[in-house]
């Protein structure tokens, strides 16, 4: 039994089979659907057979009105969705004022769980999600983006960044003469036909895409993990560590970071910790 409430209702970011059964049962019974773009959402609505529902836009720029008609809304028995345009309301899309009126004002508000671009792209990383930071869409002027860029350099988490197929390579390529050495995952297209995971460094970032336009095309959400660093403090780049797994499967670990040491610039200590404990985990 549906109750008379907001409910934050996730929509696909992709592939519309994504969608819940709970979210299209909430979306069919809605007395009203609050959505971020009504022509976009109208196509979607459509698709699942909800077509008569009464709409409204709610974004950015009138939030604080859309709160007072939703509050209404719901004060009269009706049961109100709030829908961005792809993925959970909220999550760097419109949504959070009106939650936070109608909390205020102690209207109920429910949320389900559903697609989010962020999650899904943590999901296929391989970087650590026992800790991360989500940051939204980085800053388009010039300075404020090398600023947060440089932020990064003292972040010891996984980071999460949304950001568009125009602005892409302008980023990647500061991330590449800023923070070089970090891991950088770009997640392109989820969950549609011409998805793609690209795992590398960030230093190797830009040349990547610009070889192949086609890896500039779509939505993006970059994820930066952390340098490999040893107990010691020194950073062993990917490349290293990836030496290491295979040199070591093949030849005694104290002759294989006797040998890496000088190639490296790394001290013969500081390799002979992380291959340990590669050799733990094996």
Do not use: W
């Amino acid at each position: 039994m549906l109750e008379n409430a907001l409910y934050i209702v996730p929509t696909p970011i992709g592939n519309l089979s994504d969608i819940t059964y709970r979210a299209v049962e909430v979306l069919k019974a809605a007395t009203l659907i609050a959505a971020e773009d009504t022509r976009h959402s109208r196509i979607f609505l459509d698709s699942i057979g909800v077509k008569n529902t009464r709409m409204v836009s709610c974004h950015d720029h009138n939030e604080a009105e859309r709160a007072d008609l939703i509050a209404g809304e719901v004060a009269k028995g009706g049961l109100v969705a709030l829908i961005s345009d792809a993925g959970t309301p909220l999550i760097s899309d419109p949504g959070f004022r009106v939650v936070r009126e109608l909390a205020a004002c102690n209207v109920k508000v429910i949320a389900l769980p559903g697609p989010c671009a962020a999650i899904t792209a943590l999901s296929v990383a391989g970087l650590p999600t026992d800790r991360f930071t989500f940051r939204g869409f980085l800053p388009v002027k010039e300075q404020e983006l090398r600023a947060a860029i440089a932020d990064l350099q003292n972040i010891e988490c996984t980071t999460v960044f949304y950001e568009s197929p125009r602005r892409v390579l302008t980023t990647v390529k500061m991330m590449g003469e800023l923070i070089p050495e970090h891991p950088l995952v770009l997640c392109r297209e989820l969950t549609k036909t011409f998805e793609s995971v690209y795992r590398l460094k960030a230093a190797e970032a830009a040349a990547f895409l610009e070889a192949d336009a086609n890896r500039l095309k779509g939505e993006f959400v970059l994820i930066v993990g952390v340098p490999e660093k040893t107990a010691s403090g020194e950073t062993l780049s990917p490349e290293v560590v990836r030496a290491l797994e295979e040199l070591i499967a093949l030849a005694p670990v104290k002759a294989v970071c006797r040998a890496l040491a000088p190639l490296t610039g790394l001290r013969v200590n500081a390799l002979y910790e992380k291959a340990m404990e590669l050799k733990e985990r094996a």
